[in-house]
């Protein structure tokens, strides 16, 4: 597979709404799906950060329409597409698993917190006691978007380590075995 063909880019961006649309719209625990995970790294490791980040506002809205649109899809596209640039600047091609780690932890903290200050503006009392009130209504989800997060991140990393690590492994003894032998060898 030619990934700088672009038929063969558009199947993979495709693809990647496709999984991205089922994820929000099977059974899942509360914010609990790979789209974080997809913009972290799609900012890391894709040629083009801003075709997948169009690809992930594609599968938010396409989701949006059959759950429901709301006043904060602004606010959490946004963060969303935050993982894009830490990708890209945080992760970019010297990741490494730490640094995967960090972008990760830092998507998820930046979301629990930008999200529910905008649940807080927009359904909470304007005060101390109504900010309090909404992170503790919120703790409880947060679980569940780090575990989301931090396993999709490992497993998109993961297999794109494997499949690269493999394809240079057969290029490499594809080298080897086309390399002439030197006379006496």
């Given at each position: ?33 790979p ?10 490791v ?23 649109f ?45 999200t ?42 993961g ?27």
């Amino acid at each position: 597979m030619n990934p700088n063909s672009n038929l063969q880019r558009l199947a993979i961006v495709l693809a990647m709404i496709g999984v991205a649309v089922a994820s929000r719209l099977l059974p899942h625990p509360p914010n609990f799906t790979p789209l974080a995970a997809m913009c972290l790294f799609a900012g890391a490791v894709t040629v083009s950060p801003r075709i997948m980040a169009a690809a992930v506002i594609i599968a938010m809205l396409v989701s949006d329409a059959v759950l429901g649109f709301h006043t904060l899809m602004p606010v959490v596209y946004g963060c969303l597409l935050a993982n894009v640039f830490i990708g890209r600047k945080l992760l970019g091609a010297n990741a490494n698993p730490f640094k995967i780690v960090a972008g990760s932890l830092i998507g998820s903290v930046l979301f629990f917190l930008i999200t529910n200050l905008g649940v807080w503006f927009v359904a909470y009392p304007s005060t101390l006691t109504g900010l309090s009130a909404c992170f503790t209504a919120a703790i409880p989800f947060f679980q569940y978007t780090l575990a989301g997060d931090l396993l999709y991140t490992g497993l998109f990393f993961g297999v794109y380590a494997l499949a690269t690590n493999s394809v240079g492994a057969v290029r490499g003894k594809l080298q080897l075995a086309t390399v002439p032998a030197r006379v006496g060898e």
